[in-house]
């Protein structure tokens, strides 16, 4: 058969099987080729048709086989990627929770240390008050005896002066100041 071919190829050229007249010249010169070889050429070249056409078909089938090949290696990847951003946003997701549980543990921590420094100069503030008004106290009750009533006289040409004095309560007096920061 190939032998055929061969000699096929070398008598009329080669072979264009795509415009209409080609069609035409090829079926003229194979009722030449006939006439003069006989029938078995028809055969010779009937099977070198369907060989062709076979061939373009296998081709046919290897172009549409690369297409859903290309596509399908093409959707793997895609979702390949998609699971990988995916799964990234959830390292990221988690990461972000575990900066914020640090913040917010950080920020109770010195809420704490606040409230525990206010508590302490609260405190101070209360013992320091309360030592002024125990001093005031001692004060106020020794008063009296320190002071005597010729202390508080004005001697001038043997007349008595007397000078007006604030009456003293035994009571103390507290004045408190609450400061709120």
């Not at 055969?43 to 076979?54: D, M, P, T, Y």
Request: glycine residues 2%; aromatic residues 8%.
């Amino acid at each position: 058969m190939d032998v055929s071919r061969k000699t096929d190829q070398r008598q009329n050229g080669p072979v264009d099987t795509e415009t209409p007249m080609a069609n035409m010249h090829q079926r003229k010169e194979l009722e030449d080729t006939e006439q003069k070889c006989g029938p078995e050429i028809h055969i010779v070249e009937n099977n070198r048709q369907e060989k062709l056409r076979l061939k373009k078909r296998h081709k046919r089938r290897i172009k549409a086989a690369k297409k859903i090949q290309a596509w399908w290696r093409g959707h793997l990847v895609r979702r390949t990627l998609l699971v990988a951003a995916l799964r990234a946003w959830m390292i990221q997701g988690w990461w972000r929770m575990i900066l914020l549980r640090r913040a917010y543990k950080q920020q109770k921590l010195l809420l704490r240390l606040y409230v525990i420094q206010e508590k302490s100069a609260v405190k101070l503030q209360s013992c320091f008050r309360m030592w002024q008004c125990r001093q005031y106290c001692q004060l106020v009750q020794n008063l009296p005896e320190f002071q005597t009533p010729e202390s508080n006289l004005i001697f001038q040409n043997n007349e008595v002066l007397q000078v007006p004095t604030k009456a003293v309560s035994k009571e103390p007096e507290f004045h408190i100041e609450i400061v709120s920061i």
